[in-house]
């Protein structure tokens, strides 16, 4: 039996940061997929998002994600702004796939 799938338009989005410092490149990677805040030695947890867990997502690695085509603009541009180098690739994407 068959299922009907209905696929979104997305991009699949891969950023390098090849002639940046550790901590610029941290900062890009902590800005757009969040992070866990740690203070007083561990004791308290935070979860601090990013850009990216603000909107219909799915994470591949630390530097490739896919996210929903009308939202790349967005992502590129804070990257570029920080020195990194984009790659795109037009994408269709089940919808199931992309988590809230």
């Known amino acids: 039996m068959f299922r009907l799938v209905y696929c979104v338009k997305a991009t699949l ?10 901590s610029e490149s941290s900062k890009i990677s902590k800005g757009l997929i ?16 990013g850009l990216i867990n603000s909107i219909r997502s799915v994470v591949v690695s ?19 702004s920080r020195g990194g180098k984009v790659s795109l690739w037009m994408v269709d994407v089940p919808q199931e796939y992309l988590k809230n």
Not at 64 to 73: A, G, S
């Open 13 to 22: 989005i891969t950023y390098n940061t090849r002639g940046l410092n550790k």
């Open 34 to 49: 969040g992070y866990l805040d740690k203070s007083n030695k561990g004791k308290y947890v935070y979860k601090r998002s």
């Open 62 to 80: 630390r530097s490739t994600f896919i996210i929903p085509r009308n939202k790349t603009k967005d992502i590129v541009s804070y990257i570029k």
